[in-house]
């Protein structure tokens, strides 16, 4: 996550000259600012390049034949009457020697100055004991490793996966545009609907609905793909030690949740131009029931990928865990009209916690000013009062309509806490998928 120590292998293989220097003049500023150790293994570096290392470790079949200082390097090498020639970069000299001249025994020699005097050609951070430079907590700034706090890990990987997220700004302000575009079109579908009316409440109620759909599709069908697509990196860094699973599990969660309800909060242009209520308190209880969604799809998004062996796998889930869901949420199919062997499924399906609670928010305090005062009051067959005119029957308050889906206003509060403790029984069973997923992943690797 944040390693000491960097290992890099041919770093300027295949740039050309200008981007060869940016990317070591780089890996010098993590040397010097941040207090890394950068090792790395380069081929031909111009002696531009070359200048810019602190140390240099030249081998020949296996054998040292040079470990110190890189500003010393022609002062050694003179001693050997090696003398560069003009014109020509030294160390292209000094590696063709090493190779071809078999006259000198390069080994031999370094092992002769290093026993009458090891320090000659070290810098001085290389006399320093090892242990004093990788030991301890505060060895290097910024360092952190497995065996700090839970805490400490999850910002180091909540911090990762924000960057991640946010990386690469084209798409993520391509998705930010995509979303408030299906925003706005849905505003301009039901612009005005939510008008006060009879009329307006079902075409309204369309909007509302859609709103929540688009939510649960949206947040689902991404982050169902979120472990499949990094297993590979997850189960290596875990094995490395770069993490624990509980921090990871808790930073991932927190990060689909934050970024995918900003998403949905993107609705909130459709919502005002629907016309649904637009005082303070509906409109903070409107995103809080958006947040509690998110954030249970999130749970069930990552508990099905953790499960799958791959992308598609993982897509094979998504329809069958769903639509039982969506299906019979009272939406589409009235509760009592839903056959009683299905019940059972309305009163665990999430998602009709979710649509009732905005109904309930939306039309608990409404009166209706197209029903007639003078018109005759009755009853539906399912108990609900509604007030019949000649066109038919209409509701007077949002109270009546509200008892036509089976809900009271008092069922707000009772839905809010159960989508509460959907989140926290949640937890416990995404975490052990993905810490059953990471542990496999990393026994059999």
Not at 277 to 294: C, H, K, N, P
């Amino acid at each position: 996550v944040n390693p000491v120590i960097v290992l890099v292998d041919e770093p300027t293989s295949g740039l050309d000259s200008k981007m060869a220097e940016d990317v070591v003049e780089m890996l010098g500023q993590l040397c010097k600012e941040h207090g890394r150790l950068v090792l790395c293994t380069i081929h031909q570096p111009s002696w531009k390049i070359f200048e810019m290392f602190d140390k240099l470790t030249l081998l020949r079949h296996g054998k040292t034949v040079y470990h110190g200082q890189s500003s010393q390097i022609i002062e050694y090498f003179d001693k050997l009457e090696l003398k560069v020639p003009d014109f020509e970069n030294p160390l292209d000299f000094y590696f063709k020697q090493i190779q071809e001249n078999d006259e000198i025994n390069f080994a031999l020699e370094w092992t002769n100055v290093t026993k009458n005097d090891p320090d000659k050609f070290e810098t001085e951070l290389a006399k320093v004991p090892v242990s004093g430079l990788i030991s301890g907590k505060n060895i290097v700034k910024g360092w952190k490793t497995n065996a700090n706090s839970d805490w400490d890990q999850f910002k180091i990987l909540f911090s990762r996966l924000a960057q991640d997220t946010v990386r690469d700004r084209r798409k993520f302000t391509r998705s930010i545009i995509m979303k408030l575009v299906m925003a706005l079109l849905l505003g301009t579908i039901f612009i005005g609907q939510s008008d006060g009316t009879n009329d307006g409440v079902f075409t309204s109620n369309g909007g509302m609905f859609f709103i929540v759909m688009s939510t649960i599709m949206r947040v689902i069908s991404s982050t169902i793909l979120e472990y499949p697509l990094i297993k590979p990196l997850l189960i290596r860094e875990y094995r490395n030690g770069a993490f624990s699973i509980f921090p990871y599990f808790l930073a991932q969660l927190l990060n689909n949740t934050l970024f995918e309800s900003f998403g949905s909060f993107l609705y909130l242009t459709a919502y005002f131009m629907i016309g649904f209520e637009q005082d303070i308190i509906s409109v903070l209880y409107f995103m809080a029931i958006l947040v509690l969604l998110v954030c249970i799809c999130c749970e069930v998004g990552l508990a099905i990928g953790a499960n799958a062996q791959d992308t598609k796998d993982a897509q094979k889930y998504f329809i069958p865990v769903i639509m039982p869901n969506i299906l019979f949420a009272g939406f589409f199919i009235p509760y009592e009209q839903i056959p009683f062997y299905f019940q059972w499924i309305y009163y665990v399906s999430f998602v009709q916690y979710a649509v009732s609670s905005i109904l309930i928010n939306e039309f608990e305090d409404q009166e209706f000013a197209d029903c007639q005062p003078g018109a005759l009051s009755g009853s539906l067959a399912n108990g609900s009062c509604a007030t019949f005119t000649a066109d038919g029957f209409c509701f007077t308050t949002g109270e009546e309509l509200l008892k036509e889906f089976s809900l009271q206003p008092s069922f707000l509060q009772r839905n809010l806490i159960i989508l509460v403790g959907y989140i926290l029984v949640l937890i416990p069973i995404t975490y052990h998928n993905i810490r059953k997923a990471i542990i496999k992943g990393a026994a059999t690797v």
